[in-house]
T-cell receptor, first 114, second 110 residues
Framework: ETGVTQTPRHLVMGMTNKKSLKCEQH?????MYWYKQSAKKPLELMFV???????ENNSVPSRFSPECPNSSHLFLHLHTLQPEDSALYLC?????????????FGPGTRLTVT | DAKTTQPPSMDCAEGRAANLPCNHS???????VYWYRQIHSQGPQYIIH???NNETNEMASLIITEDRKSSTLILPHATLRDTAVYYC???????????FGQGTELSVKP
């Protein structure tokens, strides 16, 4: 248990569906991240939020839309996805500005697009 | 691209020390060395990090060479539960951005 929870843990969706992934951190951190991990590939950073503002967007397609309503919650809204978007989506949080800046990861959401 | 080089896989006998090497020859003066691991189908787990001095915590030891161009993560008494992919990452401590490479797949065998 890392203090970062993600729901749902597994999601199967069709290409025309709209769904959302949710992340919540209970660590008092001020930065949150979305990563994507496809099969046999390294983790790819998608989005970074610091103090609830998006500070990084790594050329992610617009069919992925992040939302950070407060420092404890992060969402990833999904619409009209492609089969190649099937992957493990990981959320992480950290305390930026602190001497120790390690990131704590949630368990991930395993997404399958059919 | 990741700024570190790690062997793709290693084996270790249960109860023995696992020594995982990492090369980071282009590390800059303000970058730290971080180690994470990822057990199959779980989120990565922070292990340890350091700047230039050797570090030790309850999970592992980190040995950084004097020129900072390489480091070694040491798991002193590996167990089967230490089987995972281990990632060595260099990052500025304030930036929070981690770039993951392929890591080293450590298999601890009985």
């Amino acid at each position: 248990e890392t203090g970062v929870t993600q729901t749902p843990r597994h999601l199967v969706m069709g290409m025309t569906n709209k769904k959302s992934l949710k992340c919540e951190q209970h660590l008092g951190h001020n930065a949150m991240y979305w990563y994507k991990q496809s099969a046999k590939k390294p983790l790819e950073l998608m989005f970074v939020y610091s103090l609830e503002e998006r500070v990084e967007n790594n050329s992610v397609p617009s069919r992925f839309s992040p939302e950070c309503p407060n420092s404890s919650h992060l969402f990833l809204h999904l619409h009209t996805l492609q089969p190649e978007d099937s992957a493990l989506y990981l959320c992480a949080s950290s305390r930026q500005g602190a001497r120790r800046n390690e990131q704590y990861f949630g368990p991930g959401t395993r997404l399958t697009v059919t | 691209d990741a700024k570190t080089t790690q062997p793709p896989s290693m084996d270790c006998a249960e109860g023995r020390a696992a020594n995982l090497p990492c090369n980071h020859s282009t590390i800059s003066g303000n970058e730290y060395v971080y180690w994470y691991r990822q057990i199959h189908s779980q989120g990565p787990q922070y292990i340890i990090h350091g700047l230039k001095n050797n570090e030790t915590n309850e999970m592992a030891s980190l040995i950084i060479t004097e020129d900072r161009k390489s480091s070694t993560l040491i798991l002193p008494h590996a167990t089967l539960r230490d089987t995972a992919v281990y990632y060595c990452i260099v990052s500025g401590n304030q930036g929070g951005k981690l770039i993951f490479g392929q890591g080293t797949e450590l298999s601890v065998k009985p």
